[in-house]
């Protein structure tokens, strides 16, 4: 079954802004390589200041995506995030049915 996903990744602030930009295009093509779809664009929210220091860091560029994608595809690329140097946080979550449906993302029933 397909299910609707937010998904927000927090790049290194101390990458330079292409490598961070490339590393959108490999978690797009790690999405479909897993059987999954990236729903309408990516949102680059770019280079922002953090609340607090995470890892001594004070910047990371942000992206946000919503994603369509069998339940339990997107594992693999999780434990990729968590084994990554460059990536200081992300956050996968499954939307309710309703927000899927407002944000005119089809989801089987």
Avoid at 35 to 41: D, N, P, R
């Amino acid at each position: 079954m397909t299910r609707a996903y937010e998904l927000m990744v927090i790049l290194d602030g101390d990458l330079e802004e292409p490598a961070a930009q490339a590393w959108m295009k490999s978690i797009t093509d790690s999405i479909v390589k897993a059987g999954g779809t990236v729903h309408g664009k990516a949102e680059w929210w770019g280079k922002r200041q953090f609340a607090y220091p995470i890892n001594k860091k004070q910047y990371g560029y942000y992206t946000v995506m919503n994603v369509l994608a069998p339940g339990g595809a997107l594992d693999e690329l999780e434990r990729s995030f968590r084994i990554a140097d460059d990536v200081v946080r992300h956050k996968l979550l499954r939307l309710p049915d309703a927000e899927a449906a407002r944000r005119g993302m089809t989801v089987d029933a």
